[in-house]
């Protein structure tokens, strides 16, 4: 079946570095999604790309969805302590909901 | 707006005994409902999806099952727990867009 490969699995960085995960499928991906997990919380959604070559940012945050819809990132400039935690692709078809593997970030002050 | 709440917030429970975990969405109507497992430290696992009442799509074989008794009403349940049930399970809502909503989930321990 479909799999999402997410990469690094674990990045520690210190404050103010960039950060970046990336997302690979082997198919096309109709869309990709990016989810926030706090340590001990709940997954929350960050943004949708749907486009190819969509690049959308929020704040300190850049996301991109490949030309050929098959890899997807997420960057973020100056990184701080409050962006700890474990970042997830997810991809969606109808009713069929894949997420990757996660990136655990932890951000050192 | 819209809330999403799961109970209990944690569990112990014995190899072989039964479960029984519910969630409820507020503020919105014939929402799609999901169940999600997540071992420690991994992704998420897809384990339910129900897009109405009385319908529900399994993605994985298990010793678990799903039900939905009331459009807003989801619950997860096992007759006979095994030790690889632990972890942390969250339920889930979308509506017309893929979006996820997640509830804050019940940690499960099956010793």
């Known amino acids: 079946g479909q799999q999402v490969m997410q990469i690094p699995q674990y990045q520690h960085v210190q404050e103010g570095e960039d950060f970046t995960t990336y997302c690979n499928s082997s198919t096309t991906l109709s869309n990709i999604q990016w989810y926030k997990q706090r340590p001990g919380g709940h997954p929350v959604f960050l943004i949708q790309?749907?486009?190819?070559?969509e690049v959308k940012k929020q704040k300190r945050l850049t996301f991109q969805f490949g030309e050929a819809k098959k890899n997807s990132s997420l960057h973020i400039t100056a990184t701080q302590t409050t962006d700890v935690g474990t970042y997830f692709c997810m991809t969606s078809g109808t009713y069929k909901y894949i997420f990757g593997t996660g990136t655990r970030l932890k951000v050192l002050a | 707006s819209q809330t999403i709440h799961q109970w209990p917030a944690t569990l112990v429970q014995p190899v072989g005994s039964p479960l029984s975990l519910e969630c409820t969405v507020e503020g919105t109507s014939n929402p799609n409902l999901y169940w999600y497992r997540q071992a420690a430290g991994r992704g998420l696992q897809l384990l339910f999806y129900?897009?109405?009442?009385?319908?529900i799509s399994s993605e994985v074989p298990q010793n678990l099952s799903a039900s939905r008794p009331q459009d807003r009403q989801f619950i997860l349940s096992s007759k006979k727990l095994l030790l690889s049930d632990s972890g942390f399970y969250l339920c889930?809502?979308?509506?017309?867009?893929?979006?996820?909503?997640f509830g804050p989930g019940t940690r499960l321990t099956v010793t």
């Open positions: 790309l749907v486009k190819s070559g």
């Open positions: 889930a809502w979308s509506g017309q867009t893929p979006k996820q909503y």
């Open positions: 129900s897009v109405g009442i009385g319908q």
